[in-house]
Every structure is written in C-alpha cells, then in structure tokens.
C-alpha cells in the first residue's frame, strides 16, 4: 500500500464519561462542529478545524481528548452518541496496520477561531466570543474535579439537610427548590460560581446508568450554613424541554422529591472561570433568568457576609433578574429586604397581565448611563446565567450601552474577555 495516500487525521472527541452536559462547548464552537443527543456530546470530523476555542471553557476538561487516526475510519457521530466511554488509543501497530505511516503528520493544521459569515457577507453577532475564560484577576483558587470517573473517589456522598420551595406555591410549572447537601467530614470545598454534579440513581431507557446532571452552587464559599460543610442548590422542576414539549427532567424531578436525610451521589466541583473577585472595590454586574440565579445570590449572600463583617469597601452590586411573572422568581421575598444601598435590584418579567413585556436586556438599556460608567471601570465584572435564549440579547445589550456612551465596542468587548470581566454561563 502506498503511505502517502492515507490521509491521517488529529480527531477530536469528548469524553462521556466526565462530560456534565453543560453545553458551553457547543455554544461556543465557531463552525458549529459540536452537537448532542439527549445524552453524549459530539465532534464532527468533517467541521472540527481545531480552533481550540471549546477548550479553555469546559470545566471538566472532557473537551481536551484527542486520536491520531486514518481520516476513512475516523469515528462517525453515530458512534460518538452511543458511547460511554473513549475507545482506546490505536497502538502503532494497529496505526501501521491500517498504512499510517510512523510518525505521519495529521493533515489539518490548527486555525485561528473566525465567526461564521451571514449571507450579505458580514460576519454574525456571535456573542460567545466576548465570553471570558479566565476568572479575574483577584478571584481565589478554584478546587475542580475532587470527585469524578476519573478519579480515586469515584463520587461522594452527601446529606440533604434542607429542601425548600422558593417560588410561589402554584403551578408545577414554576416548582423550584433550595436544597441544602452536607458533605460531613469528606473535603468538599467550592466558590461562588462553580458548580457539581448530581448522579441521579437508576437506569435511563436503554439500561446504562444514568449521566451527573450540573448544578450551579447557590451557597457562599463558607456554606448555606456558614462554618459548615455544605452548600445549597438552586433546582427548577423540568416538566418540559426548551421547545415546550412534556418530558420529565430525571434529575430536576429526583432532586426535587428528596427529602431530609436521603444520601446524593456528588461529582466536582467544576468550574474555574465563573468565578467573584475578591477585590473588596470590585462592581459586581449580575444578569440572570431562572435558575440562573444561583451563582447570583452565592455571590451576593458572599458579598452581604462581608459587609456585616465589614471587610466590604463599597463595590457596587447591581442585578438583573428576569422571569415570566413575579410568582416564578426564586428568592423574590428574600431580595426584597436587602438593603437598597447594598444591591441595586432591577426586575424584568415578560407575561405580568395587563403588562408589556420586559426581559432582563430592555431593563439594561433604562439603566444605560449606569451601565456606560461600570463597562468603563476596569474593576468592574459581568456575569450571565439563565436560558442560552437570552445570553445574546444580554451581550448586543452591552454593546448598544456602549456605544450609545461613546465608546468603541471592539475595543471594550475584548477588553470584558481578555480581562476576564464577561462571564456568560448559559444553557
């Protein structure tokens, strides 16, 4: 056989076994090269430049998985959704077998990240890119993947301690819960930002155990209960997907059911970028829908702990939070009795009767001239969570603030990334 024509490829996989689904990869592909199914997350061979842009998001580091292989048996997507683990890496001589030839050279080169182009030619608003993947500059040092597949200890087990309803009592439709987990004496430390994973017990349909579901971290780095080992999360009953149909979210639904002293299986922490500064000085700009804010009262309830003890110097703290009405707002009653001159709270909901509708960007634009003075202040952090739907709103929000000031976008945005001052965390 003839070694110069075989055509040798770097693929690109993610590994199922410590993948949390959490969508960042896929949302920030430039060539829209990653998809899933209700279960796996996938690189197509085809699209994958190797830009490297999905790498330094991904808080497991199951984006960072990689196979020299014979560009004609590269693994189909097909394949890559039915598995539960990598497949093994080829052996030399399996490599040569299939007439690669020592030491071949894949043959596609990495290439820099390029925005996909509109039909008039223009490149597209992808608000992804102005995403940071470093946390600022005076963040504390994040513990990541303590527990998980790939670890000693596989998981830990947790306590819940506390399971509470947050919105109004109604419609399961806005069933969201705070629920506290204890860790007792195993090491479980985590910030303001990060998130873990839950292992739901059981099966899915085809018989394999079922995947960690991610939560973000609604507790203080001190805990739910401070001087305690434990945290809380910030868990919304799914009863349909993002597209309205029926289905029953496996993780939300068990989560939700628990009561006190039922035992959870805990991967994690994850995470290293969506991470508070520490800076006592630093603005603090929140934009959350939902469940979205959970990293939004960890950050705050740090923020409160600190004035109370006072180590706080006066940051601004500023929050958007938007809904569909009042009653399915999580935390509603509790943020209105924080001090108005400690938190600057900014409503949004999009189906009050007898109402227009407002969503958490329209409310930024009525704040602009707030908002111009904080994108100017290099002390001052964003961060974006809640539905992928509004992440882009959010961000032309911003830019339209900005240049409405007077200032150049280019220059600010990517100042926000390189910085690490725009942390969007949607899904």
């Known amino acids: 056989m003839d070694m110069t024509e075989i055509?040798?490829?770097?693929?690109?996989?993610?590994?199922?076994?410590?993948?949390?689904?959490?969508?960042?990869?896929?949302?920030?592909?430039?060539?829209?090269?990653?998809?899933?199914?209700?279960?796996?997350?996938?690189?197509?061979?085809?699209?994958?430049?190797?830009c490297m842009a999905c790498i330094s998001p991904c808080p497991t580091g199951s984006i960072d998985n990689w196979r020299t292989m014979p560009r004609v048996k590269a693994y189909?997507?097909?394949?890559?959704?039915?598995?539960?683990?990598?497949?093994?890496e080829l052996t030399p001589e399996e490599l040569a077998a299939e007439g690669v030839a020592a030491g071949a050279v894949p043959d596609i080169e990495p290439v820099s990240p390029s925005l996909p182009a509109a039909s008039n030619g223009e490149a597209v608003f992808n608000s992804a890119q102005y995403g940071a993947t470093l946390p600022p500059w005076s963040a504390a040092h994040a513990y990541v993947n303590l527990y998980g597949p790939?670890?000693?200890?596989?998981?830990?087990?947790?306590?819940?301690?506390?399971?509470?309803?947050?919105?109004?009592?109604?419609?399961?439709?806005?069933?969201?819960?705070?629920?506290?987990?204890d860790?007792?004496?195993?090491?479980?430390?985590?910030l303001e930002g990060q998130s873990i994973g839950i292992i739901p017990p059981g099966v899915d349909a085809s018989g394999r155990p079922h995947f960690a579901r991610q939560y973000s971290i609604a507790s203080p780095r001190n805990g739910e209960r401070?001087?305690?080992?434990?945290?809380?999360?910030?868990?919304?009953?799914?009863?349909?997907?993002?597209?309205?149909?029926?289905?029953?979210?496996?993780?939300?639904?068990?989560?939700?059911?628990?009561r006190v002293g039922d035992t959870v299986q805990v991967m994690g922490p994850f995470g290293t970028s969506f991470l508070m500064p520490n800076h006592p000085r630093s603005n603090i700009v929140m934009i959350c829908t939902g469940t979205g804010s959970a990293p939004m009262r960890a950050m705050t309830e740090w923020r409160?702990?600190?004035?109370?003890?006072?180590?706080?110097?006066?940051?601004?703290?500023?929050?958007?939070?938007?809904?569909?009405?009042?009653?399915?707002?999580?935390?509603?009653?509790?943020?209105?009795?924080l001090p108005k001159d400690f938190i600057d709270i900014n409503f949004a909901f999009s189906r009050r009767?007898?109402?227009?509708?407002?969503?958490?960007?329209?409310?930024?634009?009525?704040?602009?001239?707030?908002?111009?003075?904080?994108?100017?202040?290099?002390?001052?952090?964003?961060?974006?969570?809640?539905?992928k739907s509004m992440e882009e709103g959010v961000v032309l929000a911003l830019r339209d603030v900005a240049q409405q000031a007077g200032l150049n976008w280019d220059a600010v945005g990517a100042a926000l990334k390189t910085e690490g001052r725009l942390h969007l965390e949607t899904y």
């Open 7 to 50: 055509h040798v490829i770097k693929q690109h996989l993610i590994d199922p076994e410590i993948c949390i689904r959490c969508n960042t990869c896929e949302a920030i592909c430039p060539v829209q090269a990653i998809t899933h199914d209700s279960r796996n997350y996938v690189v197509d061979a085809e699209k994958c430049n190797f």
């Open 76 to 88: 189909s997507l097909d394949a890559q959704l039915g598995w539960d683990e990598l497949p093994p």
């Open 150 to 181: 790939k670890t000693a200890e596989k998981s830990v087990t947790a306590t819940v301690t506390g399971n509470v309803r947050v919105t109004e009592v109604g419609s399961d439709d806005y069933d969201t819960h705070h629920i506290v987990l």
């Open 183 to 190: 860790f007792g004496k195993m090491p479980f430390p985590v």
């Open 226 to 258: 401070p001087g305690y080992n434990n945290l809380s999360l910030t868990i919304k009953r799914v009863l349909e997907d993002h597209q309205g149909r029926p289905v029953r979210g496996v993780g939300s639904n068990y989560m939700c059911d628990l």
């Open 304 to 337: 409160r702990r600190l004035r109370k003890s006072g180590k706080f110097e006066e940051g601004k703290l500023m929050l958007f939070f938007g809904a569909r009405t009042q009653e399915e707002l999580p935390y509603f009653g509790p943020l209105q009795n």
């Open 353 to 387: 009767p007898g109402a227009p509708k407002r969503y958490v960007q329209d409310v930024m634009r009525e704040r602009a001239a707030d908002l111009a003075l904080l994108l100017q202040d290099p002390a001052t952090c964003f961060y974006v969570c809640g539905l």
